[in-house]
C-alpha cells in the first residue's frame, strides 16, 4: 500500500536535505548485490533517523537489524563525541559490506558490529542505550522491546520501524497471517505501556517513536 502518491513522495523527498553521497552509493550497492533491497531504510527516512539523532545527541545508540548498514550511519550522524553505535544483524554474510562503509563514513571507529540473535546478544552489551532502533524480525517486536528497554533510562528514545505493515494493520485481518496480528499487538502494546510515552508517525512505513519516563 502507498500512502501517498509517488509525485507526493518526490516533493518530500525534494524538500527535505539531500542525500549524502556515500549513502547514494550504499543504496546502488544494495539493490545490486544484495536480495530484498526494500528493506533499505532509504532517503527521506534515513534524513528523519539523522534529525532526530542529532535532535537527542545520544552517547550510545542501539540497534537491532543493520541490513546493509543505511540507518546506523543515518543515526551516527548525531552521536557525540567518544559515544558508540551497537548494531545487532544474524545476517554475517553482510558484515564486510557493512564495515566498509562504516569505515568510509567516518564513524567506523564508533560502530561495534555484532552477528546474531539479538535477543542473546543486548543482554550481554554492558551499556544504557539513548536511542534504541528497532528494525528486524517483526515476529520478535515485543522482545525486543522489552529487552531493549532494560538497557534505557528516563528520557531514552525507542523506535519502532514498520508498524503500518504496508497498510495492512487497518485491513480484514487474515487469520493466518500471524506477523500483522504480532504488530496489531504491539502497537496496542506500545500505547497502553504506562512506561513509555508513544506517537506513531506515518513516516514510510510507519514509525513509532516512544519516550521512556
Not at 550522524?77 to 545487532?88: K, P
Not at 512506561?195 to 521512556?212: A, H, K, Y
Amino acid at each position: 500500500m502507498h500512502f501517498l502518491s509517488p509525485i507526493l513522495e518526490d516533493y518530500i523527498r525534494n524538500s527535505s536535505a539531500e542525500e549524502p553521497e556515500l549513502l547514494r552509493e550504499l543504496t546502488r550497492e544494495t539493490h545490486l548485490k544484495v536480495v530484498r533491497p526494500r528493506m533499505l531504510t532509504g532517503h527521506f527516512q534515513g534524513r528523519v533517523l539523522s534529525m532526530l539523532s542529532k535532535i537527542i545527541r545520544p552517547k550510545n545508540i542501539l540497534e537491532i537489524g543493520t541490513y546493509t548498514g543505511y540507518s546506523a550511519i543515518c543515526m551516527a550522524e548525531g552521536m557525540r563525541q567518544g559515544g558508540q553505535l551497537h548494531t545487532i544483524d544474524i545476517n554475517e554474510e553482510l558484515t564486510e559490506l557493512q564495515r566498509r562503509y562504516f569505515d568510509r563514513s567516518g564513524f567506523g571507529k564508533q560502530i561495534v558490529q555484532h552477528t546474531g540473535d539479538a535477543l542473546t546478544v543486548i543482554p550481554k552489551l554492558d551499556h544504557i542505550f539513548d536511542l534504541v532502533f528497532i528494525d528486524a524480525e517483526k515476529m520478535d517486536y515485543p522482545q525486543y522491546y522489552e529487552t531493549a528497554l532494560q538497557k534505557t533510562k528516563s528520557g531514552s528514545i525507542i523506535l519502532s520501524d514498520n508498524v503500518l505493515w504496508s497498510g495492512k494493520v487497518v485491513e480484514p485481518l487474515d487469520p493466518k497471517d500471524k506477523t500483522t496480528k504480532i504488530l496489531l499487538d504491539y502497537n496496542r502494546k506500545l500505547k497502553a505501556d504506562k512506561r513509555v510515552e508513544t506517537v506513531l508517525l506515518p513516516i514510510r512505513d510507519g514509525l513509532t517513536l516512544c519516550r521512556v519516563l
